[in-house]
């Protein structure tokens, strides 16, 4: 072939077809030396690699391709997909988001970002994809609500606030199914967060009734006791509706007898009661229970 590298490219691709892959990667790098923008060989040998099952250097061949071009959008897809099969969530993110930018991603696309960004922890990034992706997709209400899980971790509270209302909003009847009691509980609670104990005790309440309507014989009886210890407990906070708090909290205690969270909000009850030694039986048993 002398330094005809079109014919050594072809060698290669018959050592590769025929699984002689030392030999084919011997070829392929030969020509990416002698063309180092010939980014269709590099591609080549990438695949090799993989057929080799040499994991890191594929990792490799791929950013090389990538320093050349940094907008190959399949490049950025296939080293995603090699680091999420390694669960390596955190080093996937850039790549799934360079291919979205560089393709226009569709609105599911952006969502299932968001989701693996929220689940990797990266809620800083999070809230800022998922607000470039409301203004790529303003009548979506995914965004929004996916939106107050990162808010609510990093307690931006009056933010998250704002993006439950606007879910609300943007869902309306046709996406009704998003609007849970799971939805209008973390409603509350955010409300709650911010102080605005009017709003979160209206939302708490509307969160029972939806429960009440669902789930009338208490499957899921802990979802259940947690709301109604939330509110009680809001109201023991800021000694409001004293006695309201603690039957709130006594049906709690029925409904899951194990939770510490709940037995210590009892105890709590008990001693703004001045019912002391109940509260302090209370507590100590929610001691041992945490």
Do not use: C
């Not at 669960?87 to 952006?110: C, Q, V, W």
């Not at 993006?163 to 943007?170: A, M, S």
């Amino acid at each position: 072939s002398g330094e005809n590298m079109r014919i050594v490219e072809t060698v290669g691709d018959f050592y590769h077809a025929t699984r002689q892959f030392d030999a084919a990667i011997r070829a392929y790098v030969e020509v990416v030396q002698a063309e180092p923008d010939h980014l269709q060989v590099r591609e080549k040998l990438a695949g090799v690699y993989g057929g080799k099952g040499d994991e890191e250097k594929v990792i490799q061949t791929l950013k090389e391709i990538l320093e050349i071009d940094p907008k190959s959008a399949d490049t950025h897809k296939r080293l995603a997909r090699i680091y999420m099969q390694k669960e390596d969530y955190l080093s996937a993110i850039p790549h799934l988001r360079e291919s979205l930018e560089i393709t226009n991603g569709s609105a599911t696309e952006y969502g299932a970002l968001g989701r693996m960004m929220i689940e990797s922890d990266e809620h800083e990034a999070a809230v800022e994809f998922l607000e470039d992706a409301s203004y790529r997709f303003p009548e979506n209400p995914d965004f929004p609500f996916l939106m107050t899980f990162s808010l609510g971790q990093l307690e931006r509270w009056e933010e998250s606030v704002e993006q439950f209302e606007t879910t609300v909003k943007l869902a309306g009847d046709e996406q009704a199914q998003m609007l849970n009691e799971s939805f209008y509980f973390r409603y509350a609670a955010a409300h709650e967060r911010s102080g605005e104990f009017g709003e979160a005790e209206e939302l708490f309440r509307k969160t029972i009734e939806m429960i009440a309507k669902k789930d009338p014989e208490q499957q899921n009886a802990r979802f259940t006791a947690t709301v109604y210890n939330y509110l009680g407990y809001m109201w023991l906070e800021n000694d409001m509706n004293l006695e309201e708090a603690g039957e709130l909290i006594k049906t709690a205690v029925d409904l899951d007898p194990e939770s510490g969270a709940i037995a210590d909000s009892l105890g709590w009850y008990y001693f703004k009661r001045d019912r002391f030694e109940e509260a302090n039986g209370e507590l100590l048993w929610a001691e041992q229970l945490i």
